[in-house]
């Protein structure tokens, strides 16, 4: 059992850096940044241990990070906002909303034709006669219908708005309904191989992110939905708060600064609990004969069907699972945020940076998706002090007014995608393996 | 008349532009499907390595007309293109020796390829963005228009005008030159072939003598050429802009896919079947069909399939739709 101690000093370790860098933060920047930058890490880590399950314990590559995180942001939408009652009085959003379902479920429709029709010209009468059709409803009721509910109030409201429920349950329905999407996402894709799946579900999320920012009836598209409502008290109730305000005294911090630590503070404590929730669930399942079905399939698909496990399943299961906790997390950001900007989801950000997360925390270990996920969201948003001290490195020998440096300098936020390249490159290279080992099972 | 005013509609607005963007995507596909077929893994940083080139060309561009030599009607850029072309071809050399050769000789899985391409894509384009900055260049220097709408309609006399941009011929004739050029080194002389039977059977190929190192440096080689020239045309046609790349990656993957990966002659249909799927899907038929039809039958409100908004998401619903239906392709490419 030597190898366990090692590996269970290693992680433990790294979850002391994590914090000793959080104290240098906090005491050399500020506490505020350091908690904000916790609350990322948090969100982050979740993230790449949902991309950890998919990649790290089956081998499925995927590349829709970005749209499930944004699915799930759209949840905390349509669950936290007040009701546009106008639109729902005459029923207009009902009938769009069973639309909207109707035409995607006719995509689907296809997928279930073998079972009834064999004929090959009559599906294509079918096919045609279905499109005909939709196109159809899609004039006559869906493009006046949308019409109507983003002129209603246009500059405030716009669209269907949410069903005013606390935020926070917005977290395990996005996680039901971004399960749901990767039910049906993983139906027609995960027949495909590795570049492929990894392609396809970029391409997938990209669409996902195109109606989401298109369709404003659904949440205001690239208007942005602002003041979701929120978990925590607001920084201006804590400050009227008279206890605070001595505490605060004591402290020798200013009530505006002390209210917004404590605010943030109170965001970490629910993200922490939540990240504590799934990596338990997820590592009693790890260990679990499950896990080890699930790793088998990820060393050897052949051998794993030889020996009675249903590939195909075991792959849209893990999908699921993993997309679903992607989608907790983009609820999540979206409850941090307070806002729902679809035009900031990038892959780069969303998609990539969630990728390298998992290959330097460690594939196959969920401390190892924690510890990378910290790491790396770090190192991106301090990457540009670092690239500052880089380049002031480089360039000792130059006069402080020469061009060249001034010119570096002034490019210097820019550093953190090239070194976060490197560190990639580096990594795969140097250890393949990450920063803490997948454990070692007998 | 009617019927030739519907017809310079089309050729003004689809035709024109679709063949301009085709060719960009085509050259971009090229470079993919290439490094797919004997490297294989999917690059993902062809797009940063598109946008490498167009910034280089642009260095250099200003290095040239800081000595002031020009060629008036012509862009700047045309004189600098074999210069960039270098160095790109260098920079990608570079790459492959830093990153993809240790996981080429290691054996690692392709997954693990595409995933070093990520870094390789993250590098790049923050070294871009050192480099140049974030902002919007314009390259073209040279004459706008060989021909204007206004020109156009003077001198035919019909209602609607036909321009065509000096970028978007320039755009045409490179591809053409480019393409002609890499069919005839793959298909004629022995180096192509022996790159053909690399693709095709990588164990016979290196029992027939033929040399990994060498097959590896030319496929850097017409690979780095192919983005240069790719990147700087689709920067001379829309203004350089270095975040428009990384958007371009799904596009040229979409074009790739769709004609087949693995086979040149499909990248190229596979680009023009993206470009004019595109524009004919969001085009709004309106005054073309006021053109056919007498007024009192044209149906009401705009004939648009899609809202222009969803322009760049049809390549990728092209995309998804072919992986799932027909994953090989047009031309029958290869399957992972």
């Known amino acids: 059992m030597k190898t366990d101690f090692i590996s269970e000093k290693k992680y433990i370790n790294s979850y002391f850096v994590c914090a000793f860098l959080f104290l240098l933060v906090g005491l050399f920047q500020s506490w505020n940044v350091a908690f904000s930058i916790l609350n990322l890490c948090l969100i982050s880590s979740i993230m790449s241990i949902g991309i950890n399950i998919q990649w790290g314990n089956s081998g499925i590559v995927n590349f829709g990070v970005m749209g499930f995180a944004a699915i799930g942001g759209l949840c905390g939408v349509l669950i936290s906002m007040p009701p546009t009652l106008e639109v729902w009085k005459d029923g207009t959003a009902i009938i769009l909303i069973i ?196 790793r088998a399939v990820r060393d050897n698909e052949i051998s794993a069907e030889a020996m009675g496990i249903n590939v195909k399943k075991r792959h849209l299961q893990v999908f699921i699972i993993g997309s679903a906790i992607i989608g907790i997390s983009g609820a999540m950001l979206t409850t941090l945020d307070g806002q729902f900007t679809p035009s900031s989801y990038q892959p780069l950000r969303y998609t990539f940076l969630i990728w390298i997360m998992v290959i330097i925390g460690g594939s196959g270990n969920n401390h190892g998706a924690i510890i990378g996920g910290f790491a790396i969201w770090f190192f991106w948003i301090q990457a540009e002090p670092i690239g500052i001290f880089l380049i002031e490195l480089i360039t000792i020998f130059l006069s402080d007014q020469n061009e060249m440096k001034l010119y570096l300098l002034n490019h210097a936020a820019y550093m953190r995608l090239l070194l976060m390249g490197l560190v990639l490159i580096l990594a795969l290279r140097f250890f393949p393996k990450g920063i803490i080992e997948e454990e070692k099972r007998l | 008349m009617e019927i030739i005013n519907a017809f310079a509609l089309i050729i003004n607005y689809i035709i024109i532009p679709g063949l301009t963007y085709g060719c960009q995507l085509a ?34 561009t200003w290095i040239i007309s800081y000595f002031g030599i020009s060629i008036f009607p012509l862009p700047t850029v045309i004189l600098a293109l074999p210069i960039s072309i270098l160095i790109t071809i260098s920079y990608c050399l570079l790459v492959d020796k830093f990153c993809f050769k240790y996981h080429r000789e290691k054996n690692s899985k392709n997954v693990i390829s595409l995933i070093v391409s990520i870094g390789v894509m993250f590098f790049t384009s923050g070294l871009i963005r050192v480099l140049i900055g974030p902002n919007d260049r314009t390259i073209n220097d040279g004459e706008r228009f060989i021909i204007s709408a206004r020109e156009f309609k003077e001198i035919t006399g019909l209602t609607e005008g036909i321009s065509l941009k000096l970028s978007q011929s320039i755009t045409i004739i490179v591809s053409i030159i480019a393409v002609v050029l890499l069919f005839w080194f793959l298909n004629k002389t022995k180096t192509g072939k022996s790159m053909r039977a690399y693709s095709d059977n990588k164990d016979l190929a290196l029992l027939s003598g033929i040399k990994t190192e060498n097959i590896i440096f030319y496929t850097w080689l017409i690979t780095g050429t192919l983005a240069c020239i790719a990147g700087t045309l689709y920067g001379l046609d829309k203004s350089y802009k270095p975040f428009t790349y990384l958007q371009l990656v799904l596009p040229i993957f979409a074009a790739a896919i769709v004609g087949g990966i693995g086979n040149p002659v499909g990248a190229i249909i596979g680009g023009f079947v993206i470009s004019f799927s595109e524009l004919l899907i969001t085009f709004s038929y309106n005054k073309f069909l006021s053109y056919l039809i007498p007024i009192n039958f044209l149906p009401e409100g705009s004939l648009q399939l899609l809202s222009t908004n969803y322009k760049i998401a049809i390549s990728f619903i092209i995309l998804v739709l072919v992986l799932i239906l027909k994953p090989t392709g047009i031309y029958k490419g290869k399957l992972l």
């Open chain 1, 99 to 294: 639309l909207f379902s109707f035409l995607i479920s006719g995509i689907l429709i296809k997928k279930f034709w073998k079972i009834f029709v064999h004929n090959k010209h009559l599906k294509i009468l079918l096919s045609i006669i279905i499109i005909l059709f939709s196109l159809y409803l899609i004039k006559s009721i869906f493009i006046p219908s949308t019409n109507f509910i983003e002129n209603t109030n246009s500059a405030k409201t716009g669209y269907i708005g949410g069903l005013n429920l606390p935020i926070i349950l917005s977290w395990p329905i996005a996680g039901l309904f971004c399960g749901v999407i990767a039910f049906l996402i993983g139906k027609i894709a995960l027949g495909l191989r590795s570049d492929y799946l990894a392609i396809a579900t970029l391409g997938i999320s990209e669409i996902i992110i195109y109606i989401i920012k298109n369709e404003e009836w659904l949440a205001r598209g690239v208007k942005n939905v602002n003041g979701l409502p929120r978990p925590v008290p607001y920084e201006i109730d804590l400050q009227k708060n008279e206890f605070l305000q001595i505490i605060s005294e004591t402290l020798n911090l200013s009530v505006i600064e002390f209210s917004s630590l404590i605010v943030k503070s109170l965001y970490s404590i629910l993200f922490i609990l939540v990240l504590l929730i799934i990596f338990f669930l997820l590592q009693k399942a790890i260990k679990s004969p499950w896990g080890r079905m699930m």
């Open chain 2, 27 to 60: 050259l971009g596909a090229l470079g993919v499907t290439i490094i797919y077929t004997v490297l294989r893994f999917s690059n993902f940083a062809h797009g940063e390595l598109m946008s490498f080139g167009a910034m280089t060309s642009i260095l250099i």
